[in-house]
């Protein structure tokens, strides 16, 4: 797995702007922010991010896979405002659960989301080099 930073570009804060990976692939689901039985038990953001960070995490381990082989993340927030007021708690978040580990990323605000308590959804694919 490789990131790929063109000459003379800045590197991205958070992100990577391209992950070069060759093995075998997991793609999840959207992922919202809800425990295992299905209930919402936080009502922030951050917290919302925090637990569909840790639901991606055992949904890879259920494959052999873990943080280390995201390659990319297509998040979806409700509230742009609210994510961006959260940076702090969700970047602290990141670093407890993904590590130091920045797969190429894209962040979008929408209307609403399937599930009307979900303030984020996240779509995940990892590489597993084998």
Known sequence: M???LPPG?????????AISARGRT?????V???DAN???TSNTLSG??????ENIVAI???????PEHLVRLTCYVT???AYRASLAEVGAAWKRIIGRHYPAMALVAVVALVEPQAMVEIEATAVVEE
């Open 2 to 4: 490789k990131a790929l």
């Open 9 to 17: 570009w800045p590197r991205p804060k958070g992100y990577s702007n």
């Open 26 to 30: 997991i793609y999840t689901a959207g």
């Open 32 to 34: 919202v922010g809800w």
């Open 38 to 40: 299905e209930h919402f």
């Open 48 to 53: 919302q991010f925090a637990q569909a960070l």
């Open 60 to 66: 890879l381990a259920e494959d052999g896979a873990g």
């Open 79 to 81: 509230s742009i405002e």
